[in-house]
């Protein structure tokens, strides 16, 4: 939070600063970056400008809008030594700031996370009626993609496993893939999500299937930015290898 509060503060300087030099407003349009010295000065007020759209930005799209005309008032107003609000009142409403801001970030998620639900859900009742899906008891939905040859060895939990991926939420974002990545991941069964455990355990080597996994067997109410709350995942996963541990540790 103090650092928040710091940060806030710099931020507010640096645009307020900006606001009442007129002549280096004047002077914009001819600025000149040509020595070390001008570009790491230019560069520092670019950061924190930087830094400040992110956070008026991100302030407004969860309701809280700041008035920067008296922003860049209270910092004349102190740097003339006639601030209207002392020290302690300061950090009193940027903490209240700080605490407002966390309550409706809370409040977003939520919403966020139940329309997740609400969405998987519907997504999971359409999918298992087309052809070709397959649904187990504990609810997770696959399609076979290709089979690998002959009957094959299939893994069991506690094996460790290489795989190629692709992972997207319901929209088609995709989060992440080896593929992209143009790298096999290895990994033991037992130490990825619920979906993957179970799924990975129906295919043997040189499958490919398409798992729809629903949020109880992937990442829950749990919010990894690139994945949302109460996300259905959808993965294609192609099984390379089943390793044992001595291969395992030997490839890593």
Known sequence: MRKTIKLSLIAA?????????QEAKKEQADVKLDTVAQQQAYGIGASVGNFLNKDLADKKEIGIELDQALLMRGFEDALAGNAKIDEEKIREVLTALDESVRTKQEEKAKVESEKSKVEGEKYLTENAKKEGVMVTESGLQYEVMSE????????????????????TLLDGTEFDSSYSRNEPTTFPLNRVIPGWTEGLQLMNVGSKYKFTIPSDLAYGDRDLGKIPANSTLIFEVELLEIQ???EAAAAE
């Open 13 to 21: 300087s640096v645009l307020a600063l900006t606001a009442c030099n």
């Open 148 to 167: 690998g040859e002959g009957e094959g060895a299939k893994p069991v939990a506690t094996d460790v496993v290489k795989v190629h991926y692709k992972g």
């Open 244 to 246: 044992n541990d001595a």
